[in-house]
């Protein structure tokens, strides 16, 4: 059985005066394993019981229905064409612009969507992280770098439009929205904040101006299905050879 522990450490301070600096003496702690055996505290389980009602509440609400399990493969996966379809789609609504491409990093995605109902819960769970959709306007020879960095690591999701090969480690046969990758063209790209900052070894990215209206991906995605669904449409996405290994 796991079991976990909480440890309380006490700082003994030394104080001479209201103006003098403050010495650590002594450093105490003490573990508290927390099992089975332990009790619940009825009176806090009372106090949070509303709470945590309106949270599952609100985690269980059914916005969308996925025809397929979708899960996370590399180089391309069903789920992410979604996220990455998302990130494109969502940040022309947000932004009012048209925008050329939208990624998510292969490391964001922590979950998966089974086949059946898709919840408020299910998108927290697939990304749990607050991070933001921004937009970015690069040159065609950033762009190359940071796909480059995606092959490399074996591939990350891209939006529909774009279709690239992976040779040795590099993004070869780039086509966006049906023509080669033109290094002197700019091109609008939809990503994460954590990305587009430079994570994921993203260097390439980090000091290129973002646009960012607060907006989680996390509610892209969610107002993503429940578009979907709006228009009676499923979840419904295949491997269509956005992204190939190529001898």
Same mark, same amino acid.
């Given at each position: ?27 105490? #702690? +003490? @573990?508290?394993?927390? *099992? ?10 009372? $106090? ?13 609400? &059914? ?12 180089? *391309?996966?069903? %789920?992410? !064409? ?14 009012? /612009? ?11 995605? /922590?979950?998966?969507?089974? +086949?059946? !109902? ?11 992280? @607050?991070?933001?959709? &921004?937009?970015? *306007?690069? +040159? ?6 940071? %796909?480059? +960095? ?31 990758? @033109?290094?002197? &063209?700019? #091109? ?5 904040? #954590? ?8 260097? $390439? ?17 969610? @107002?993503? &299905?429940?578009? %979907? ?5 499923? %979840? ?5 050879? /956005? ?5």
């Amino acid at each position: 059985m796991n079991r976990s522990f909480f440890s309380f450490w006490t700082l003994i301070f030394w104080i001479s005066s209201c103006n003098s600096t403050q010495t650590v003496t002594t450093v105490q #702690y +003490k @573990d508290y394993r927390i *099992e089975k055996s332990v009790q619940p505290d009825t009176a806090i389980v009372r $106090m949070l019981a509303p709470y945590s009602a309106a949270l599952n509440e609100s985690m269980n609400k &059914v916005i969308g229905f996925s025809n397929n399990q979708l899960s996370a493969k590399q180089p *391309e996966s069903g %789920l992410g !064409n979604f996220m990455a379809d998302c990130m494109r789609s969502m940040a022309e609504k947000k932004f009012d /612009r048209r925008v050329d491409a939208g990624f998510m990093n292969q490391g964001g995605i /922590r979950s998966y969507i089974p +086949k059946g !109902n898709i919840t408020v819960g299910r998108i927290f769970e697939l990304m749990p992280f @607050d991070n933001l959709l &921004v937009i970015q *306007e690069v +040159k065609g020879s950033v762009l190359q770098q940071f %796909l480059d +960095k995606m092959a490399a690591d074996g591939g990350w999701p891209v939006s529909a439009g774009l279709t690239m090969g992976i040779k040795d480690k590099k993004a070869v046969n780039v086509q966006i929205n049906g023509k080669p990758l @033109d290094a002197t &063209v700019v #091109y609008v790209i939809a990503n994460s904040d #954590y990305v587009a900052n430079g994570g994921s070894d993203c260097e $390439m990215l980090r000091r290129i101006p973002q646009q960012n209206k607060g907006y989680l991906i996390r509610d892209a995605l969610i @107002d993503f &299905v429940a578009d %979907l669904t709006r228009q009676g449409k499923p %979840l419904d996405y295949q491997i269509e050879n /956005r992204v190939v290994h190529v001898d």
